[in-house]
């Protein structure tokens, strides 16, 4: 079956220091969607992608989809405390149910002040 | 309205009891989504409803028994559970079919099964 791989698994990162999370699938997607779940809450949804080579930005985030359609990445920009909490990604695999949204492991990202 | 409103937020109960979890959206979104989420590990799927109707069943055990009386509605009755069921209960939904606006998740019942 399907899986969605992300690196690494933990990040701790100096506030002002960027950040970077990396999600492979074993199969192609259909699309990729991220989203941030804080500690003791609920994903919240940050974005999705589409098109093969897709980027897009949200102020000091920025997330590209793989070529293949297999990978995607999220960067952020000088962190802040804010921005602690896990990101995940997920996505449906190509051709199949759009409601098979498989989520990546996370990657949960510290920041000290 | 845009959120997912989950009751109870805590529930914890015996393994011979029977409850429900109860789930409710009034944005107007025809999927809807029962995940589990043990501590450090990512939402599991178990269920999908699209347009009222089950459309993807991750091999739940039987003692997880969804229902979804109407578009806005989603329960989950619970039965016969097992330790390992403990778990944060997360709801979620979605438009069907439509790019872009991804899974609207409630803030989830954590479940304690002793």
């Known amino acids: 079956g399907q899986q969605v791989m992300q690196i690494p698994q933990y990040q701790h990162v100096q506030e002002g220091e960027d950040f970077t999370t990396y999600c492979n699938s074993s199969?192609?997607?259909?699309?990729i969607q991220w989203y941030k779940q804080r500690p003791g809450g609920h994903p919240v949804f940050l974005i999705q992608?589409?098109?093969?080579?897709e980027v897009k930005k949200q102020k000091r985030l920025t997330f590209q989809f793989g070529e293949a359609k297999k990978n995607s990445s999220l960067h952020i920009t000088a962190t802040q405390t804010t921005d602690v909490g896990t990101y995940f990604c997920?996505?449906?695999?190509?051709?199949?149910?759009?409601?098979?949204?498989?989520f990546g492991k996370g990657t949960k990202l510290s920041v000290k002040p | 309205d845009t959120e997912v409103t989950q009751t109870p937020k805590h529930l914890v109960m015996g393994m011979t009891n029977k409850k429900s979890l109860k789930c409710e959206q009034h944005m107007g979104h025809r999927a809807m989504y029962w995940y589990k989420q043990k501590a450090k590990k990512p939402p599991e799927l178990m269920f999908v409803y699209s347009y009222e109707k089950l459309s993807i069943n991750e091999s739940v055990p039987s003692r997880f028994s969804p229902e979804c009386p109407n578009s806005s509605l989603l329960n989950l009755h619970l039965h016969a559970l097992q330790p390992e069921d403990s778990a944060l209960y997360l709801c979620?939904?979605?438009?069907?079919?439509?790019?872009?606006?991804?899974?609207?998740f409630g803030s989830g019942t954590r479940l304690t099964v002793v």
């Open positions: 979620a939904s979605s438009q069907w079919g439509k790019l872009g606006e991804g899974y609207t």
């Open positions: 199969t192609t997607l259909s699309n």
């Open positions: 992608l589409v098109k093969s080579g």
């Open positions: 997920a996505g449906p695999p190509y051709g199949g149910s759009q409601g098979n949204l498989i």
